[in-house]
């Protein structure tokens, strides 16, 4: 039988295999790593920081949805200069990619973690100008291509590591977004984030989730993000790193074949933690039985009818 | 530590209209399980996506089995109690236990509907002097597990809202009554562990506050991972002087000291 490669090469990092564990989903790392050798991971987003420590939102926080789930954490996490003190040495044990996640009210703060960030040991920076669960900032960024632009122009002055910039879906045209992210620096695209969505207790006649509304995620939101990847990476010429829904080696070879070069897995961890693992070696088959040698064969290698 | 296990479902059994015993053959649960520690069952495909957390009722070491007793409430609850052989996805065992410690002599356990099923392998594994068990029911067609608990405790009270069974009362009466008459003896209760709805446990917490007995509360939220990786299941917590902040009932809880939550 011949080896397959599964190493992919994404803005100058070395990934081991394109299996990425999406951010938010996967907190530091340290409680998956009771059940996953976290060495097996081609890297790790990790929850999404600010500049300083968010209590994020009130419960409930998530609510489920036919095959999918809405969630509204609003961000709780300790603040950068603390994840850099307390959780990054954790992280750093293992040899996977760590990328730091990180969301702003301004431009100002985005910069400023990057400084910050700049100075650590992370591998790479994923600009989240997408989270729907915060008030101030952080959306309104991500949903014109001239917010895209300003952020990410901005930001990238401030950058040691890459720049991935993680798109949302809850915009009319992914294509011109994802151009802006690319003509303004951007070292490689991300998306997509989670799809706004609500649900209702018919009981008490008001919002599951005390945040009213919360973002998508699951099998459901799987199709919608495998258009958009397809699209964006039509678009623009940094590599794509596709999620939404990913939750078997199946779905992760379709959105390679879409144009990702790297997938991340996010919500179907909460159902199987070893479902990275399982991915991996589904996709080492498939590569094994079309006699395939290197992930790069499949990558963008769909053909429309 | 827990672990992602298929086990042998050993045995199922309807207690109720809507509320099931789950006897689970696992060998690794049933040496590491602590009382208050829950599972994270896989109920259906797709379509039940997450796991649903369910507390362990009982350990059978002997036998290397425990039981999960789960009441019927939505899609997942549903399609689990139609699991009557085969094996069953879980994680366990999870989550923060009910503090056992010698040095509590007399304690009560109070519990409310489906929040009375971890109280039983709590009271099997107390070693205390003195163990009163308060439980609470809507009508005497929901009382479940009354001989087990009869078996674990000394003195066992049941309430039912609509006085078919036991007394007409809420169990935070009942607590009330026998915080009186011990006290009539001279005596007091150590230790207070309570799981039911929130506004019982809110009413414990201040009865155990106002008499001064310390107070173990066990929370439920909606949870996602039931790890402590995904952050969705909040809990208000005091944290440090006049500071607050949400700590997670599937890692930090689900049982906390009453006094460390904010009951608001
Ligand atoms: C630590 C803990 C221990 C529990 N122990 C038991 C037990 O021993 N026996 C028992 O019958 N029930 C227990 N519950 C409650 C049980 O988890 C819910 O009744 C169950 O998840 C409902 O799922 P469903 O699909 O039937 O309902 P649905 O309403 O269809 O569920 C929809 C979603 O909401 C979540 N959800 C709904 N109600 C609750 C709830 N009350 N608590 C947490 N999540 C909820 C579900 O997990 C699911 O993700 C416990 C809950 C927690 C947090
Ligand atoms: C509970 C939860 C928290 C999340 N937090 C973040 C976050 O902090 N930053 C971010 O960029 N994306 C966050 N996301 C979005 C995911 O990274 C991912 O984009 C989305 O869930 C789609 O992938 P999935 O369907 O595989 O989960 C979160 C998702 C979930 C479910
Ligand atoms: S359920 Fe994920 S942190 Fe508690």
């Known amino acids: 039988m011949n080896k397959v490669d599964l190493s992919v090469k994404i803005a100058g990092i070395d990934f081991k295999n394109p299996l990425i564990m999406a951010s938010g989903t996967y ?262 039985r079309y006699n395939y040698n290197s992930i790069y064969d499949i990558i963008g290698k769909l053909e429309l009818n | 530590m827990s672990k992602v296990l298929k086990e042998q479902i050993d045995n199922m059994e309807m207690l109720c209209q809507d509320v099931f015993k789950m006897t689970i053959k696992s060998e690794y649960v049933a040496a590491n399980a602590l009382p208050g520690q829950f599972v994270n069952v896989k109920c259906g495909g797709i379509d039940a996506l997450l796991r649903r957390p369910i507390s362990i009722c009982d350990v059978d070491k002997a036998k290397n089995t425990f039981d999960i007793v789960f009441q019927i409430k939505g899609n997942g609850t549903e399609k689990l109690c139609h699991k009557c052989a085969g094996d069953v996805d879980i994680m366990a065992p999870l989550g923060n236990p009910f503090l056992i410690d010698d040095k509590y002599k007399n304690i009560c356990v109070v519990g409310g509907g489906i929040g009375t099923f971890p109280l039983l392998y709590l009271l099997k594994s107390s070693k205390a002097e003195n163990k009163t068990a308060l439980l609470g029911f809507r009508t005497k067609a929901a009382v479940v597990l009354e001989n087990q608990f009869r078996a674990a405790a000394q003195n066992v009270e049941i309430a039912t809202d609509d006085g078919t069974y036991g007394s007409k009362a809420f169990v935070t009466d009942l607590l009330e009554q026998r915080i009186l008459e011990l006290s009539k003896l001279g005596q007091k209760l150590d230790l207070i562990y309570t799981c039911g709805p929130t506004p019982m446990m809110r009413k414990v917490a201040a009865i155990a506050e106002k008499n001064n007995i310390a107070c173990q509360v066990s929370m439920e939220q909606r949870m996602g991972c039931g790890i402590g990786a995904c952050l969705v299941c909040a809990c208000k917590t005091k944290q440090g002087e006049d500071e607050w902040g949400f700590s997670h009932v599937c890692k930090d809880g689900p049982v906390f000291w009453s006094t460390d939550v904010c009951w608001e």
Not at chain 1, 199 to 204: M, T
């Open chain 1, 27 to 288: 907190g530091f790392g340290k409680e998956y790593s009771e059940y996953v050798d976290l060495n097996e991971l081609g890297g790790i987003s990790v929850k999404g920081l600010t500049l300083k420590e968010r209590k994020g939102n009130p419960p409930p926080r998530i609510a489920e949805t036919p095959a999918g789930i809405l969630n509204s954490v609003g961000l709780q996490n300790p603040g950068v200069d603390a994840f850099i003190k307390d959780d990054l040495p954790f992280l750093k044990q293992y040899k996977t990619k760590i990328i730091a996640n990180i969301a702003g009210n301004t431009i100002e703060e985005y910069c400023e973690m990057a400084e910050i960030l700049g100075s650590s040991e992370i591998d790479a920076i994923e600009l989240n100008v997408s989270c729907p669960n915060v008030k101030a900032g952080c959306l309104a960024f991500g949903t014109t291509p001239k917010g895209i632009e300003e952020i990410t122009s901005n930001v990238k002055k401030y950058c040691k590591q890459p720049l991935i910039v993680k798109l949302t879906p809850n915009v009319s045209d992914i294509k011109s977004i994802a151009m802006a992210a690319e003509a303004a620096g951007a070292d490689c695209i991300s998306l997509i984030n989670t799809i706004l969505g609500l649900a209702i207790d018919i009981h008490k006649k008001r919002p599951i989730l005390a945040n009213n509304f919360g973002g998508m995620s699951g099998p459901a939101v799987k199709p919608i993000a495998l258009r958009m990847v397809y699209e964006a990476a039509q678009a623009v010429k940094i590599p794509v790193i596709g999620m939404g829904g990913i939750s078997t080696s199946d779905d992760a070879i379709e959105f390679l074949l879409a144009g990702a070069s790297a997938v991340m897995v996010g919500t179907a961890n909460f159902v199987n933690p070893l479902c990275p693992i399982e991915i991996k070696e589904g996709i080492e088959q498939y590569l094994k």
